[in-house]
């Protein structure tokens, strides 16, 4: 048994579609939505739902009178503290009749960043971060939310061949709220939870999760191209080079940006998933933690003030505690059946720094089992752990797995992803 | 573009339906029959069956609003379809690279006496092949993904590397260069466990 083998034991067979899927993919082929992709549809269906959501008509005051009120005051968030991470850090802040609009952020972050001075490049880009994700525990009677934390440390080599290190290590599992750990205590304070592992392959295993951090997984080796970041919509390498080059001219950096997200292996691919909107805020969020000079940089905040769809939350604290404001773009996210959420960014107009993002629940769901083999029954509450008798693909009808319900709650934060570093270093970070 | 004549009884080859469907939609559908299971398939091992739904379905729509660019001349259909749920997948890179952040997690933790009561004489077997796992989730994790890509179009879709380089677009030597890379830092990750090691 070679490496192969094992890629292939390792990402097993998955039971064919259902007929219903396959029947109706073949109809889709051949009617008259076929001229636009499911998750193009849904992108379209969830945002419709944000803007009801946030459909709250706050006066748009947009200008250079906005742009000072908002430098002035993001120095100093109205909201206090930092709460745990699942819970809710909106803050109407200055009042709705000084709320300036999504594009008046961006635009004053884009002067901001203009106004930077060039740091020196150093050996190695440095990338720091850590996300938060919930994970769903507890049983029927106690439901909760732990909050998952992982961090990244990235250092990328900018001469190829110099050594790179990518350090990634996952923080452990906390009650996101005092609800969540008043739940969590009433359900035995567990250390560990039962996970269902590829539930996706179709062969059930329910296996112990420890909610202790583990040992970090570190990848030391030489770099391969000098890139310093990576290209979103290709996964191209991005080398100091080729982003020197990029055009500080925002309607020139947009149509590399779209050649970015068009690039499809020369022709064999298809359109992007989302809209090209969409994928542009993804590209810009990407750049902006890439070593850009200022003038690119503020280019970058100037194509994302030109993007559709994204409204000021007002001032927000981002998961470390600082202060900018919570901007909801048009976004792609992945949620639970049932739920959906919001896209925020959270930047710093002041400094034109991007501090974190993050998904808010906007219409909050119950279940949380997804992608379940045929013939597995959800237990609510947690149920019995699938056995010996329960082996097979697909597993005969009647197995029953653990299905829990969480806690979900509109405004909850969903995940998030907060930038702590992103530098030129002339070390490599610490394991 | 082939043309897609055929003459009496002999059916067409396979790769010509395609030619023939851009005037008559219809016969798209043979294309769809024959390779939507196999298509499926492969973007679930990839992203679970979930996510296969729509990207396989989404693959088909794709070929077929592009059947038009589709050069028989060039390579299979079969090699074509797998391009273009290759460059589907690559839009969900995040969910993948949280799979295999999942695997790793999930074969580094302890087993829980409940799971290893069920499978007492396995116990031991299965704590050597989930650290195995644990390596070999952070090592595909690590891969570039366009090495990722060709590994796994060879690995899971038995693809030839000419069919690969067809897939992909990528130079044959290519193939060659990033699957030898990719497989080499494989085994170094799985370093004991390596059933050769």
Redesign the interface.
């Known amino acids: ?4 083998h ?3 034991a ?8 259902t007929r219903e ?2 029947a ?3 109809t ?3 009617s008259g939505e ?2 636009v ?3 193009e549809r849904s992108a379209r269906g969830r945002r419709r739902a944000h803007w009801l959501w946030y459909g709250l008509g706050l006066p748009l005051v947009a200008g250079a009178a906005a742009v000072s009120v908002l430098l002035a005051a993001s120095g100093q968030p109205a909201s206090t503290g930092h709460p745990a991470a699942g819970g809710l850090r909106r803050s109407p802040a200055t009042g709705k009749a000084n709320m300036p609009s999504a594009q008046a952020v961006l635009l004053a972050a884009a002067t901001s960043a203009a106004k930077r001075t060039p740091t020196a490049m150093g050996k190695y880009w440095r990338v720091a971060t850590t996300s938060m994700d919930i994970l769903v525990a507890g049983t029927k009677a106690h439901p909760y939310d732990l909050a998952e934390l ?1 961090r990244f440390d990235n250092a990328w080599a900018r001469v190829a061949g110099q050594p790179l290190k ?1 350090v ?1 290590q ?1 923080l452990g599992a906390k009650p996101a709220t005092s609800r969540d750990a008043a739940a969590w205590r009433a359900d035995g304070s567990p250390t ?1 939870g ?2 269902l ?2 539930v ?3 062969v059930l295993k ?5 909610y202790a951090p ?2 970090p ?1 570190v ?1 030391q080796e030489p770099s ?1 191209f000098g890139e310093v970041a990576w290209a979103v919509g290709d ?1 191209s ?1 991005l080398t100091t080079t080729q982003l020197a080059a990029f055009p500080s001219d925002p309607a020139k950096l947009r149509a590399q940006m779209i050649r970015y997200v068009n690039y ?10 989302g809209s090209m909107d969409e994928n542009l805020m993804t590209e810009a969020i990407n750049l902006l933690q890439a070593p850009l000079t200022p003038a690119v940089e503020s280019a970058v905040y100037q194509v994302m003030a030109g993007l559709p769809g994204s409204r000021t939350l007002g001032l927000m604290r981002d998961p470390l505690g600082r202060g900018g404001y919570g901007i909801a773009y048009a976004g792609q996210n ?1 949620l639970p059946q049932g739920m959906q959420g919001q896209s925020v960014l959270i930047v710093d107009p002041s400094s034109g720094k991007l501090l974190a993002t993050e998904v808010i629940v906007t219409t909050p769901g119950t279940g949380i089992v ?2 379940l ?1 045929p013939g597995v029954v959800p237990t609510p509450g947690g149920g019995k ?1 699938p ?2 008798r329960c082996k097979g693909n697909p597993p005969p009808s009647g197995c029953t797995v653990p299905f829990t319900y969480g806690t979900h709650h509109q405004g909850q934060v969903w995940s998030y992803t907060v930038i702590k570093v992103a530098a030129w270093a002339n070390t490599l970070p610490p394991s | 573009m082939v043309a897609g004549q055929s003459d009496g009884a002999e059916p067409p080859p396979h790769e010509q339906y395609i030619g023939r469907s851009m005037d008559a939609p219809e016969v798209f559908a043979v294309v769809f029959d024959r390779h939507f299971h196999e298509i499926h398939g492969y973007v679930a091992r990839r992203l679970g069956t979930s996510a296969a739904d729509d990207i396989a379905a989404d693959t088909f729509l794709i070929a077929y609003r592009k059947r038009a660019s589709y050069d028989a001349s060039a390579g299979s259909v079969r090699a074509w379809l797998y391009g273009i749920a290759t460059r589907q997948i690559s839009r969900h890179r995040r969910d993948e690279m949280r799979t295999y952040r999942a695997m790793r997690r999930a074969a580094g933790s302890p087993l829980a006496p409940e799971h290893a009561a069920d499978h007492t004489e396995l116990v031991a077997d299965r704590v050597t092949a989930l650290t195995a796992r644990r390596d070999l989730a952070a090592a595909l994790a690590a891969l570039s993904p366009g090495d990722r890509d060709v590994l796994l179009l060879v690995a899971l879709a038995g693809l030839s590397h000419a069919e690969v380089a067809v897939a992909l677009r990528i130079p044959y030597g290519t193939v060659g260069s990033r699957l030898s890379r990719a497989r080499k830092k494989l085994r170094a990750a799985l370093g004991a466990h390596h059933p050769a090691a």
């Open positions: 048994m070679d490496e192969l094992m890629v292939r390792l990402l097993p067979q998955a039971p064919p579609p899927v396959t109706a993919a073949r889709r082929l051949f076929a001229s992709p499911r998750s992982t990518l990634n996952y560990q039962r996970k592992l590829d996706r392959n179709g329910a296996i112990s999760q420890s583990s040992a997984f990848d391969q996964g390498p499809d292996y020369r022709g064999v691919g298809g359109p992007p998933a992945s997804r992608d083999p752990v056995g010996p």
